[in-house]
């Protein structure tokens, strides 16, 4: 079986659908398509939209489904309960994050970046829903002190650096995506529990963080 994963390198739901394979070890090809390419992600699943598993020329869409495939191939590792105080979590900082976010990562040497074109497509497609990407782009602004008070929150819900529940679950899968999206911000603080955990999924995952790149 031939496993190939069409990703952004900045997509959350990439980084989602890219966790599974590292968690389980399980071996992927990871392609990274162009942010322009319309006709790539629409002649696979009928729709511009990544991520997309193709398992021997047969097309997936949807990290939750893709993760879910996955996880029923061998033993499972999702096998924690959820608490819905991780998304409530999530869904709390998401505002202040796409804010941040979406500015730096236009601005990120991304492969699916790496023309021009591709770069000002995401500009045009993503500026829109959060206003003039400059605006957001100074370090220290309300919304990074958001984030900072937010990781406080979050630090004492951690229990353990390998698992936010103690034992691995989806809401791995969703707080490292977010926290993977939040590297890309400049001026975070994160407590040590929160520092402890992201660095232990990244490695579990194989999914860098894109500290490097923080702005
Ligand atoms: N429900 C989808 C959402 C995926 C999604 O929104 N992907 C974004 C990238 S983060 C996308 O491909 N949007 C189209 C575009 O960027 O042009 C999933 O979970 O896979």
Known sequence: ????????????????????????????????????????PIGMIGKKMLPILDEDGHFMGESLDIIAHIDNVGEKVLVGTPDPAIAAWISAVEKSLYKLMLPR????????????????????????????????????SDFVAAINAALQVLAPQIRSA?????VLSTDDIHLFAALHSISIIKGVIYPPEVEAYRQALSRRSKVPLLDEHAA
């Open 105 to 140: 990562v236009a601005c990120a040497p991304f492969p699916e970046f790496a023309t021009t074109g591709a770069r000002a497509y995401f500009v045009r497609k993503k500026e829109p829903s959060v206003g003039e990407f400059a605006a957001f782009l100074e370090e220290g």
């Open 1 to 40: 079986m031939t496993r190939t994963l069409y990703v952004y390198e900045h997509c959350p739901f990439c980084v989602k659908a890219r966790m599974i394979f590292g968690l389980k070890n399980i071996p992927v090809e990871v392609k990274y398509l162009l942010n322009d390419d319309e006709a790539g």
């Open 162 to 166: 390998e698992a936010v529940n103690g």
